[in-house]
């Protein structure tokens, strides 16, 4: 299985923008890249996921290297909202299709 | 209505009792997972279900006993549990069980075992 290897935590503050990395070289050609955060007592919840192309939602960006080695969530304007664990997933394709968690990266936003 | 539930919220239970979790939803999604979360850890998968069919079982011991009586709904059922198995119980479900699908996951339940 890809494994991924995040920041243990990251600081913010309100309105800026924030880049999460993600590194994940064991990935493989058919395995998707997922971004999930999870807020305080909740479920983990979708972000964004992508395949090779940059992708844009209402979340976030997301930023696949040409290599597909490493990618970067982007949160364009932090708001206190999204201080969250942020999980950078590997989705693995064929017949043994599942998520994997990293450790993810507590992500502060200050005020 | 993009909602998974889960029940109970919080379960304590003693390592000779049975008791059952409970998920639900109404997304039409064909895909259910169970994850389990230790403390400040991240989601482990346990079990996927795929129209109806168990399709992966992440070695998982048999005291955990899993069931999808119908498209919606999901169970795990516990006998016998140990103290370690103390732990946030997440559900999930996809439109179907592929890398390209997102899941939404549930609340939890929050299973602390005595």
């Known amino acids: 299985d890809a494994k991924t290897t995040q920041p243990n935590s990251m600081e913010s503050n309100e309105e800026e923008p924030v880049h999460l990395p993600c590194n994940h070289s064991t990935i493989s050609g058919t395995d998707y890249i997922h971004w999930y955060r999870q807020l305080p007592s909740q479920g983990p919840e979708y972000v964004i996921h992508g395949l090779t192309s940059n992708v844009n939602n209402r979340m976030a960006s997301l930023a696949i290297a040409e290599d597909r080695k490493s990618s970067t969530l982007i949160l364009h304007r932090a708001t206190l909202r999204d201080a969250a664990v942020y999980y950078c997933?590997?989705?693995?394709?064929?017949?043994?299709?599942?998520?994997?968690f990293g450790k993810g990266t507590l992500l502060t936003v200050n005020p | 209505d993009t909602e998974v539930t889960q029940t109970p919220k919080h379960l304590v239970m003693g390592m000779t009792n049975k008791k059952s979790l409970k998920c639900e939803q109404h997304?039409?999604?064909?895909?259910m997972y169970w994850y389990k979360q230790k403390a400040k850890k991240p989601p482990e998968l346990m079990f996927v279900?795929?129209?109806?069919?168990?399709?992966i079982n992440e070695s998982v011991p048999s005291r955990f006993s899993p069931e999808c009586p119908n498209s919606s709904l999901l169970n795990l059922h516990l006998h016998a549990l140990q103290p370690e198995d103390s732990a946030l119980y997440l559900c999930a479900s996809s439109q179907a069980a592929g890398f390209t699908y997102e899941q939404y996951f549930g609340p939890g339940t929050r299973l602390t075992v005595t």
């Open positions: 997933t590997i989705n693995s394709g064929g017949s043994n299709y599942k998520l994997t």
């Open positions: 997304m039409g999604h064909r895909a």
């Open positions: 279900y795929s129209y109806e069919k168990l399709s």
